[in-house]
């Protein structure tokens, strides 16, 4: 596993840019194309585990009603990516999600640390796994 390299590094902030951009306009299909036929997301604070795209668009779909009348920004940051032999490309990233109101109120959903590992398809960057945990105060 070696660090990217910087042109790897902007391709990767570029397919997040877009991949979250379809998630804010709802776009779940779209969202759900940049996933693997297979692709799995883990909901760990849920212990939820979506296997394909069916299963995370039929999860994506059963949340949509929750932002019908308002609108969510993901705003991912603190991104370490990792080059594999293979080519697989994991990442790690932190999450923050806001929510605006017709008024414009904003308010602050949770955090969340997520690891991705994400592999080509015809050339582009697909999403092949997530794993997504909600921060929680550290045991003392």
């Known amino acids: 596993m070696r660090e990217a390299n910087p042109e790897e590094y902007v391709e990767v902030l570029r397919f997040y840019a877009r ?3 379809l998630l804010d306009r709802l776009d779940l299909d779209g ?17 939820q585990k979506l296997e394909g795209r069916d299963a995370l668009l039929a999860h994506a779909s059963q949340a949509l009603p929750r932002y019908r009348d308002v609108t969510a920004r993901h705003w991912n940051d603190h991104y370490i990516v990792d080059v594999a032999p293979d080519g697989k490309v994991q990442v790690s990233y932190t999450s923050l999600v806001t929510v605006t109101d017709a008024e414009g109120r904003v308010r602050f959903e949770s955090t969340f640390a997520v690891d991705d590992e994400l592999v080509r398809l015809d050339g582009r960057l697909h999403t092949l796994s997530r794993t997504i945990v909600r921060d929680r105060p550290a045991a003392r």
């Open 19 to 21: 991949q979250m951009s």
């Open 31 to 47: 969202y759900a194309q940049t996933f693997t036929p297979d692709g799995v997301t883990h909901h760990v604070h849920h212990g």
